[in-house]
C-alpha cells in the first residue's frame, strides 16, 4: 500500500512521469557506467594500475602509501603539489591518471613534507591486484555480482515501476530515492573523465545526501502521516532546510575539490565543516525517522499500519544495522584488513544481510496487505530449512548412486555390458529424482507451508464445478456466499443480483445495516444503479476490482457519496463481477480476510472462475424462471381461452328450431381458440324465426366479448317482435358502440322467417350480403344477393338503415357466411370466392340444410388443401322444402 498524500493540487502525471525519465537516465546510466567499469576492472586487471597511495579530498596530503610508492621515498602526510609535471588540481587528474597509465608506467609525484620543504619522487605503478590472497576469484566475482550489479538493478526497477504507475503519490518518490541507495554504496565512480566524471560525481553526492532526508520524510509519511509531524510540522523541515543550504555551498566547492583544488587550507576547512554538518543532519536524519516509525507502532490508525511498521522496523535494523556492525563497528576492533578471508567473508555476509532493507522497503510499500513479521519468519524459515533438507536428501541419493554405480565404472580399463546397464541405472536414477520424486516432494511442501492456499485452490475448483448444477437461484446464492466465506475466512460477503436497471441485495454474511447492527437480508434500500461507477467498472474489464481506500483507483475516485457509503456498508474489499453472455447478471462483494492479508493473485484467479460460473448459473437459473412462468402464463391464458371458448359455443344455438317446410343449420369454426364471428337462430314470440350473423373486428378474446355484446343486444331489441328492422338496427348500433372501444366494430345481418308466408324481412349492416339460390324454369339457378342495410354496427353513434323483404319459394336455400368463408385461401394465398361456394352449394341444394352446410365446409378444406386460415368461418343455411 502507498498511502496517499494531502489533497492539494498535483501536478501533471505526464510531467511527473517526464521527470521519472529524467531521473532513470540518470540513475541508470550511473549504475550501468559504474558496472561496465568494475568489470572491466576485474576481467583486465593486468591492464589496470593500483592506485600508489591515497590522498585526503580536501588537504590533498597523503594519507596511505602502498609499497611501491613508500619505495620511491612517499610517505603519510606528504602534501602531493604535482603529478607528471603538472600541478595537481584535484580528483579529475588523477582519475585521469589511473585510467590511462598501465602497469610498468612511471609516476612523477611533487609533493610538500610536513616540515616544508619540497621534493620530488618517481614511482613506478604496479598491477591492480586481481582479489585478496587466499580468497577465490570466483567467490569475489559472486560477491561483485550480486552486491554490485544484480541488487541495485532489481531495486531500481522496482522503484521506476512503483512511481510510474503512482506518479502522484510522494511516498512513491521517497521509495524510488532509497531504493537508489545501493546503486551509490556499492557501484562507484569508476574510470571515468572530464565530463563522465563531472555527471557521476554530481549524481553520487547529491544521491549521497539525499537518502538520508527521503528516509525521514519516508517516517513521516508511511504509511501514514506521523502524529509528531502534524503536530509540529516545522521539525522535518529544521533538519532538511540547512541541508538544502549546504548542498547549495558544497556543489561549487566539490567542483573545486575535483577540478582545481587549490592547496588552501581555508579552503580544507570549509569542506570539512560542511560535510560535518550534513553528516550530522543525517544523522539527525535518521533518528527522526526512528523516532517517527517507533511513535507510529503504537498510535497507527489500523492494525494493518502497525503490521507494516513491524515488518519495516525488523527489516530495517537487521539490513541497516548489519551494514552500520560490519563496516562501522567492527573496524574499531581492528576487523578491516581486506587482505584476510575472514574479514572479506564478514563483510560479504553484512553486504547480504544489508539487502533485507531495500527488499523491505518494497514489501510494505508494494503488498496491499502486509502479513506479521512473526508469521513471515516462522514459515519463511520453516519452508527454507525444508527446502535446503530436501535438497541434502536428493544430493545424498545422487552421490550414493555415483559412488556405487559410476566410480567401480572409471576404475575398470575395460567396460562390460553390466557397466553399461549400471550407467544406465544412474541416469534413470537421477532423472526419476529430480522430475519424479523431488517434485512430488515439493509439491508436499508447498501443500504443507501453504495449507490453506491450497485448501483454498481445491475447495473453490470444487464450488466452480457445484454452481453449474444449480437451477435455483436462492440455493446456489446460499451455497456460493456460505463456501467462500468459508473457504478464504472472510466475515462478510455480500451478492447483488440486477433487477431491472438496480442491483438488489440479494444474499449476505456477515453484513449488517441499521443503527443497532441487526441483520437484514430482505434489506431492499441496499441498492445498486447499474449506472454506478464500480457497476460499469466491472461490467467494462469484467476482471475484479480492489478496493482499498487508503489507495483508491480511479473507478472510487468517480463514485458517488451515496455508492461509497453503500460499499462501506457491506465493508468491500473485493468486487468480482457475475457475468451472463451479454450482461452484467450480478456482483460478489468480499469483506477483509480475517487475518486481514490481502488477496492473492491465487485468489482472485479461483474467485473469479467461481464468479463467472455463477453468472452462468444465475442467467440459467432467471431463464429457467422466466421459461417456467411463461409456461405457466401461457397454460393460464390457454385455460382462460378454453373457458372462453366453451362460453362462446354455449352463446351459439344449442339446438335448431323445427321449421315447417325448411330446415336451417349453422357452424362456426374459430381461426383461434375464441373467435368474433357470430350467428345465431331463436325463435320470436310471433311465430317468426329470427336469423342472425355477424363478424367482429379483430381476433380472440376481445372480439369475443364485443360478440357476446351484440348478442346480448340483439336478444333485448328483439323481445318486442319489432316489425320495423331499420329502427331495431339502428337501437343494436347505439347499444354497441356505447359497450365498445372506438376501435371495434361488428359486420351484422339479420332477418325474420315467417314459415307461414315463406316471407323474409332483413337489414344488412355492412354484413357479406346474403345469397339465396333460386331455380328457375329453365332448370337454371338465379343467386339473389340481400344487400339492403347501412353501415358496420359500434362504429358510429348514429347510422341510417334501410330494410328489405322477399318471398322464398320452395326450394330456396338461403346462405348467410362471414368473409372466413368466401375468403379462405390456399398455401399460394389464392382465395376461394363467393362462386366456388355458390357452386359448391348449387351441387348438394337438393339436400337437407346440414348436408349442404357440411358439404360446403368440405369443399372449402379441399380447397385450401390444409393451409392455416387466419380468420373464423361462419356459415348459416336456411333450406326450404320442394
Given at each position: 500500500?502507498?498511502?496517499s498524500?494531502?489533497?492539494?493540487?498535483n501536478?501533471s502525471?505526464?510531467l511527473?512521469?517526464?521527470?521519472?525519465?529524467?531521473?532513470?537516465l540518470?540513475s541508470?546510466?550511473?549504475?550501468?557506467?559504474?558496472?561496465?567499469?568494475?568489470?572491466?576492472g576485474d576481467?583486465?586487471?593486468n591492464?589496470?594500475?593500483?592506485a600508489?597511495?591515497?590522498?585526503d579530498?580536501?588537504?590533498?596530503?597523503?594519507?596511505e602509501v602502498?609499497?611501491?610508492?613508500?619505495?620511491?621515498?612517499l610517505?603519510?602526510?606528504?602534501r602531493v603539489?604535482?603529478?607528471?609535471?603538472?600541478p595537481n588540481?584535484g580528483?579529475?587528474?588523477?582519475?585521469?591518471?589511473?585510467s590511462?597509465?598501465?602497469?610498468?608506467?612511471?609516476?612523477?609525484?611533487?609533493?610538500?613534507r610536513?616540515?616544508?620543504s619540497s621534493?620530488?619522487a618517481?614511482?613506478?605503478?604496479?598491477?591492480?591486484?586481481?582479489?585478496?590472497?587466499?580468497?577465490?576469484?570466483?567467490?569475489?566475482?559472486?560477491?561483485r555480482?550480486?552486491?554490485?550489479s544484480?541488487?541495485?538493478?532489481i531495486c531500481?526497477?522496482i522503484?521506476?515501476?512503483?512511481v510510474?504507475?503512482?506518479?502522484?503519490?510522494?511516498n512513491a518518490?521517497?521509495?524510488?530515492?532509497?531504493l537508489?541507495?545501493?546503486?551509490v554504496?556499492?557501484?562507484?565512480?569508476?574510470?571515468a573523465?572530464?565530463?563522465?566524471?563531472?555527471l557521476?560525481?554530481f549524481?553520487?553526492?547529491?544521491?549521497?545526501?539525499a537518502?538520508?532526508?527521503?528516509?525521514?520524510?519516508?517516517?513521516?509519511?508511511?504509511?501514514?502521516r506521523s502524529?509528531?509531524?502534524?503536530?509540529l510540522?516545522w521539525?522535518?523541515?529544521?533538519?532538511?532546510?540547512?541541508i538544502?543550504?549546504?548542498a547549495v555551498?558544497?556543489?561549487?566547492?566539490l567542483?573545486?575539490e575535483y577540478f582545481?583544488?587549490?592547496?588552501?587550507?581555508?579552503?580544507a576547512g570549509?569542506?570539512?565543516?560542511?560535510?560535518k554538518?550534513?553528516?550530522?543532519?543525517?544523522l539527525?536524519?535518521?533518528?527522526l525517522?526512528?523516532?517517527f516509525?517507533?511513535d507510529?507502532?503504537?498510535?497507527?490508525?489500523?492494525e494493518d499500519?502497525r503490521?507494516r511498521?513491524?515488518?519495516?522496523t525488523?527489516g530495517m535494523?537487521?539490513g541497516v544495522?548489519?551494514?552500520?556492525?560490519?563496516?562501522?563497528?567492527?573496524?574499531?576492533?581492528?576487523?578491516?584488513n581486506s587482505d584476510r578471508p575472514?574479514d572479506?567473508?564478514?563483510?560479504?555476509?553484512g553486504?547480504?544481510?544489508f539487502?533485507?532493507?531495500?527488499?523491505?522497503?518494497?514489501?510494505?510499500?508494494l503488498?496491499?496487505r502486509?502479513?506479521?513479521?512473526?508469521?513471515i519468519?516462522?514459515?519463511?524459515t520453516r519452508?527454507?530449512?525444508a527446502?535446503?533438507?530436501?535438497?541434502?536428501?536428493?544430493?545424498?541419493?545422487?552421490?550414493?548412486a555415483?559412488?556405487?554405480?559410476?566410480l567401480?565404472?572409471?576404475?575398470?580399463k575395460?567396460?562390460?555390458?553390466?557397466?553399461?546397464a549400471?550407467?544406465?541405472v544412474?541416469?534413470m536414477?537421477?532423472?526419476?529424482?529430480r522430475?519424479?520424486l523431488?517434485?512430488?516432494a515439493?509439491?508436499?511442501i508447498?501443500?504443507?507451508?501453504?495449507?490453506?492456499?491450497?485448501n483454498?485452490e481445491?475447495?473453490?475448483?470444487?464450488?466452480?464445478d457445484?454452481v453449474?448444477?444449480?437451477t435455483?437461484t436462492?440455493?446456489?446464492?446460499?451455497?456460493?456466499?456460505r463456501r467462500?466465506?468459508e473457504?478464504?475466512?472472510?466475515?462478510?460477503?455480500?451478492?447483488?443480483?440486477?433487477?431491472?436497471e438496480?442491483?438488489?441485495?440479494?444474499?449476505s454474511?456477515g453484513?449488517?445495516?441499521?443503527?443497532?447492527?441487526?441483520a437484514?437480508l430482505?434489506?431492499?434500500?441496499l441498492?445498486?444503479p447499474a449506472?454506478?461507477?464500480?457497476v460499469?467498472?466491472?461490467?467494462?474489464?469484467?476482471?475484479p476490482?480492489?478496493?482499498y481506500?487508503?489507495?483508491?483507483?480511479?473507478?472510487?475516485?468517480?463514485?458517488?457519496m451515496?455508492?461509497?457509503?453503500?460499499?462501506?456498508t457491506?465493508?468491500?474489499?473485493l468486487?468480482?463481477?457475475l457475468?451472463?453472455?451479454n450482461?452484467?447478471?450480478?456482483?460478489?462483494?468480499?469483506?477483509?480476510?480475517?487475518?486481514e492479508?490481502?488477496y492473492t493473485?491465487?485468489?482472485?484467479h479461483?474467485?473469479?472462475?467461481?464468479?463467472?460460473q455463477?453468472?452462468?448459473?444465475i442467467e440459467?437459473?432467471?431463464?429457467?424462471r422466466?421459461?417456467?412462468?411463461?409456461?405457466?402464463?401461457?397454460?393460464?391464458?390457454?385455460?382462460?381461452?378454453?373457458?372462453?371458448r366453451?362460453v362462446?359455443?354455449?352463446?351459439?344455438?344449442?339446438e335448431m328450431?323445427?321449421?315447417?317446410?325448411?330446415t336451417?343449420?349453422?357452424?362456426?369454426?374459430?381461426?383461434l381458440?375464441?373467435g368474433?364471428?357470430?350467428?345465431?337462430?331463436f325463435?320470436?314470440?310471433?311465430g317468426?324465426?329470427g336469423?342472425?350473423i355477424?363478424d367482429v373486428?379483430?381476433?380472440?378474446?376481445?372480439?369475443?366479448?364485443l360478440?357476446?355484446s351484440?348478442?346480448?343486444?340483439?336478444?333485448?331489441?328483439t323481445l318486442?317482435?319489432?316489425?320495423?328492422?331499420?329502427?331495431?338496427?339502428?337501437?343494436?348500433n347505439?347499444?354497441?358502440?356505447?359497450?365498445?372501444?372506438?376501435?371495434?366494430?361488428a359486420?351484422?345481418?339479420?332477418?325474420?322467417?315467417?314459415?307461414?308466408?315463406r316471407?323474409l324481412?332483413?337489414?344488412?349492416?355492412g354484413h357479406?350480403?346474403?345469397?339465396?339460390?333460386?331455380?328457375?324454369?329453365?332448370?337454371?339457378?338465379?343467386?339473389?344477393?340481400l344487400e339492403?342495410g347501412?353501415?358496420?354496427?359500434?362504429l358510429l353513434?348514429?347510422?341510417?338503415?334501410t330494410?328489405?323483404?322477399?318471398v322464398?319459394?320452395?326450394?330456396d336455400v338461403?346462405?348467410?357466411?362471414?368473409?372466413?368463408?368466401?375468403?379462405?385461401?390456399?398455401?399460394?394465398?389464392?382465395?376461394?370466392g363467393e362462386?366456388?361456394l355458390?357452386?359448391?352449394a348449387s351441387?348438394?341444394?337438393?339436400r337437407?340444410?346440414?348436408?349442404?352446410?357440411?358439404s360446403?365446409?368440405?369443399a372449402?378444406?379441399?380447397?385450401?388443401?390444409?393451409?392455416?386460415?387466419?380468420d373464423?368461418?361462419?356459415?348459416?343455411?336456411?333450406?326450404?322444402?320442394d
Amino acid at each position: 500500500m502507498v498511502a496517499s498524500s494531502m489533497k492539494t493540487r498535483n501536478p501533471s502525471p505526464n510531467l511527473l512521469r517526464a521527470l521519472l525519465a529524467v531521473y532513470v537516465l540518470a540513475s541508470f546510466s550511473f549504475w550501468l557506467t559504474g558496472v561496465i567499469d568494475m568489470w572491466d576492472g576485474d576481467l583486465h586487471w593486468n591492464r589496470h594500475i593500483q592506485a600508489p597511495f591515497s590522498c585526503d579530498d580536501d588537504s590533498l596530503k597523503i594519507d596511505e602509501v602502498r609499497p611501491e610508492a613508500k619505495s620511491a621515498g612517499l610517505a603519510t602526510g606528504f602534501r602531493v603539489t604535482g603529478l607528471n609535471g603538472a600541478p595537481n588540481t584535484g580528483k579529475s587528474q588523477w582519475a585521469e591518471i589511473v585510467s590511462e597509465e598501465h602497469p610498468g608506467d612511471t609516476l612523477d609525484v611533487e609533493f610538500v613534507r610536513p616540515d616544508g620543504s619540497s621534493g620530488m619522487a618517481t614511482v613506478t605503478l604496479v598491477t591492480k591486484r586481481r582479489s585478496p590472497s587466499g580468497i577465490s576469484v570466483w567467490a569475489v566475482r559472486s560477491q561483485r555480482f550480486l552486491m554490485s550489479s544484480l541488487l541495485p538493478l532489481i531495486c531500481l526497477l522496482i522503484g521506476y515501476w512503483v512511481v510510474f504507475s503512482k506518479p502522484l503519490l510522494r511516498n512513491a518518490w521517497l521509495l524510488l530515492v532509497l531504493l537508489t541507495a545501493p546503486s551509490v554504496i556499492w557501484v562507484n565512480i569508476g574510470y571515468a573523465t572530464g565530463l563522465g566524471l563531472a555527471l557521476r560525481a554530481f549524481w553520487y553526492n547529491l544521491l549521497q545526501m539525499a537518502i538520508a532526508p527521503a528516509l525521514m520524510f519516508f517516517g513521516v509519511y508511511f504509511p501514514e502521516r506521523s502524529r509528531i509531524d502534524q503536530r509540529l510540522p516545522w521539525i522535518k523541515w529544521l533538519v532538511v532546510g540547512p541541508i538544502l543550504i549546504g548542498a547549495v555551498a558544497l556543489f561549487p566547492l566539490l567542483y573545486l575539490e575535483y577540478f582545481a583544488a587549490p592547496p588552501n587550507p581555508a579552503f580544507a576547512g570549509i569542506c570539512q565543516q560542511i560535510e560535518k554538518m550534513i553528516n550530522a543532519l543525517n544523522l539527525a536524519c535518521v533518528i527522526l525517522y526512528l523516532i517517527f516509525t517507533l511513535d507510529k507502532l503504537r498510535s497507527a490508525s489500523t492494525e494493518d499500519a502497525r503490521r507494516r511498521l513491524r515488518v519495516l522496523t525488523t527489516g530495517m535494523f537487521i539490513g541497516v544495522g548489519s551494514l552500520l556492525f560490519v563496516f562501522v563497528l567492527l573496524p574499531h576492533f581492528g576487523i578491516d584488513n581486506s587482505d584476510r578471508p575472514v574479514d572479506f567473508w564478514i563483510r560479504t555476509a553484512g553486504s547480504i544481510l544489508f539487502t533485507i532493507a531495500p527488499f523491505t522497503l518494497a514489501y510494505v510499500v508494494l503488498v496491499q496487505r502486509a502479513m506479521d513479521v512473526r508469521v513471515i519468519v516462522r514459515t519463511g524459515t520453516r519452508y527454507l530449512l525444508a527446502k535446503a533438507f530436501l535438497y541434502v536428501v536428493q544430493s545424498a541419493l545422487i552421490f550414493l548412486a555415483t559412488w556405487l554405480l559410476l566410480l567401480p565404472i572409471f576404475s575398470k580399463k575395460q567396460s562390460t555390458a553390466s557397466d553399461v546397464a549400471a550407467g544406465a541405472v544412474f541416469l534413470m536414477l537421477v532423472v526419476g529424482l529430480r522430475l519424479g520424486l523431488a517434485k512430488r516432494a515439493q509439491d508436499w511442501i508447498d501443500r504443507r507451508f501453504f495449507r490453506e492456499a491450497y485448501n483454498a485452490e481445491v475447495v473453490l475448483n470444487e464450488l466452480s464445478d457445484e454452481v453449474r448444477r444449480f437451477t435455483e437461484t436462492a440455493p446456489l446464492l446460499e451455497t456460493v456466499v456460505r463456501r467462500v466465506a468459508e473457504t478464504l475466512h472472510v466475515d462478510q460477503v455480500a451478492m447483488l443480483l440486477r433487477r431491472g436497471e438496480f442491483f438488489h441485495l440479494q444474499q449476505s454474511i456477515g453484513v449488517s445495516f441499521g443503527s443497532n447492527g441487526t441483520a437484514m437480508l430482505n434489506a431492499g434500500a441496499l441498492v445498486l444503479p447499474a449506472q454506478a461507477s464500480a457497476v460499469r467498472y466491472l461490467a467494462s474489464t469484467n476482471e475484479p476490482a480492489r478496493l482499498y481506500r487508503d489507495d483508491p483507483d480511479a473507478w472510487y475516485l468517480m463514485a458517488g457519496m451515496s455508492e461509497r457509503q453503500f460499499l462501506d456498508t457491506i465493508n468491500a474489499e473485493l468486487l468480482l463481477p457475475l457475468p451472463g453472455r451479454n450482461r452484467l447478471m450480478g456482483v460478489m462483494a468480499l469483506g477483509p480476510k480475517r487475518s486481514e492479508a490481502a488477496y492473492t493473485q491465487a485468489d482472485l484467479h479461483m474467485l473469479q472462475t467461481v464468479a463467472t460460473q455463477t453468472g452462468l448459473a444465475i442467467e440459467i437459473s432467471e431463464l429457467a424462471r422466466s421459461l417456467a412462468t411463461e409456461a405457466a402464463q401461457r397454460e393460464r391464458v390457454n385455460r382462460e381461452i378454453e373457458i372462453a371458448r366453451e362460453v362462446q359455443e354455449r352463446l351459439f344455438p344449442q339446438e335448431m328450431p323445427q321449421l315447417p317446410g325448411a330446415t336451417i343449420a349453422g357452424a362456426c369454426r374459430p381461426a383461434l381458440g375464441v373467435g368474433g364471428d357470430y350467428y345465431d337462430v331463436f325463435e320470436l314470440t310471433d311465430g317468426r324465426t329470427g336469423l342472425a350473423i355477424g363478424d367482429v373486428s379483430g381476433k380472440g378474446i376481445a372480439a369475443a366479448l364485443l360478440m357476446a355484446s351484440l348478442r346480448a343486444s340483439l336478444r333485448g331489441v328483439t323481445l318486442d317482435n319489432p316489425r320495423d328492422f331499420a329502427n331495431l338496427m339502428d337501437k343494436v348500433n347505439r347499444l354497441v358502440y356505447e359497450a365498445s372501444a372506438s376501435n371495434r366494430y361488428a359486420t351484422f345481418f339479420f332477418a325474420a322467417y315467417d314459415p307461414k308466408t315463406r316471407q323474409l324481412d332483413c337489414v344488412n349492416a355492412g354484413h357479406n350480403p346474403p345469397i339465396i339460390l333460386r331455380r328457375r324454369a329453365d332448370g337454371g339457378q338465379d343467386a339473389i344477393r340481400l344487400e339492403a342495410g347501412g353501415p358496420v354496427v359500434g362504429l358510429l353513434p348514429v347510422a341510417p338503415y334501410t330494410e328489405e323483404s322477399i318471398v322464398l319459394e320452395p326450394g330456396d336455400v338461403l346462405l348467410l357466411y362471414t368473409d372466413g368463408i368466401s375468403e379462405a385461401m390456399t398455401h399460394e394465398d389464392e382465395e376461394w370466392g363467393e362462386d366456388r361456394l355458390i357452386e359448391a352449394a348449387s351441387r348438394v341444394r337438393e339436400r337437407p340444410a346440414t348436408e349442404i352446410l357440411v358439404s360446403i365446409f368440405e369443399a372449402a378444406d379441399r380447397f385450401t388443401a390444409g393451409a392455416p386460415q387466419h380468420d373464423d368461418m361462419t356459415l348459416l343455411v336456411l333450406k326450404l322444402d320442394d
